[in-house]
């Protein structure tokens, strides 16, 4: 998957960054090139006046271009003018892999953003779908290791203050403790967990076994010849 491109699709700033925003980071570090669309501003919730900046510093942290749906908190709807505006990014952006909400949530906001993008990736072979705290019934079987990766999502977090700062959903020892359930599922450190709708995975074909059995075979080196022996 190196140098592909990655599209993660959230309801509202900070909704990315923690469910898949190690994972992001990993895709950065990997070579991939890492857009994240913010459907809203997030007007609903606390710290409003600075939610655009927050998201801005965030996406800095962690490698990745940054856009805006322009639709408003509380109120999408996955009718066909949302599912335009995710196609429009996912089309500028050629996205080989799409992550977003899980379906199940009981955030509206949330399940407007899967069923839309749902529609919006249609084609697409890759689309994976990372919990929220709001998240109803999640069952993931695709897991990457972010271990390395973790306290970048911890600090891509802590740029969003006004979010860290009420709502324990957020807090570090929360993420770190949700990251280390799923490394244990996964039999790692520490996982971000998914689950599909598609997930196809492009293997370089190997090398034909003729060809592998020829690269392997070592060819003696002729004998040394004496001047005697030339003779």
Request: net charge neutral; hydrophobic share 45%.
């Amino acid at each position: 998957m190196a140098g592909k491109s990655v599209v993660a699709v959230g309801a509202h700033p900070d909704d990315i960054e923690l469910g898949c925003g190690a994972t992001l980071l990993a895709h950065a570090a990997a070579g991939d090139r890492v857009t994240m669309l913010v459907m809203t501003g997030g007007e609903s919730g606390p710290g409003t006046a600075n939610r655009h900046l927050e998201q801005r510093s965030a996406a800095a942290v962690l490698g990745a271009g940054l856009r805006w749906g322009g639709l408003v908190d509380c109120r999408m709807a996955a009718d066909s003018a949302t599912v335009q505006v995710i196609e429009q990014v996912l089309a500028e952006t050629s996205a080989d892999l799409v992550y977003v909400h899980a379906p199940e949530d009981s955030h509206q906001d949330h399940r407007a953003a899967a069923a839309a993008t749902l529609s919006a990736a249609r084609r697409l072979a890759r689309v994976l779908h990372y919990q929220s705290p709001s998240t109803l019934a999640f069952n993931p079987t695709v897991f990457v290791d972010v271990t390395a990766h973790l306290s970048g999502k911890l600090a891509a977090l802590a740029a969003h203050s006004s979010q860290v700062e009420n709502s324990p959903m957020v807090e570090p020892d929360a993420v770190q403790a949700s990251a280390r359930h799923w490394g244990a599922q996964a039999r790692i450190g520490y996982a971000e967990a998914f689950q599909p709708t598609r997930m196809v995975l492009d293997l370089a074909p190997a090398a034909p076994l003729v060809d592998r059995r020829r690269s392997s075979t070592r060819i003696a080196p002729a004998p040394h010849r004496t001047a005697a022996a030339a003779r």
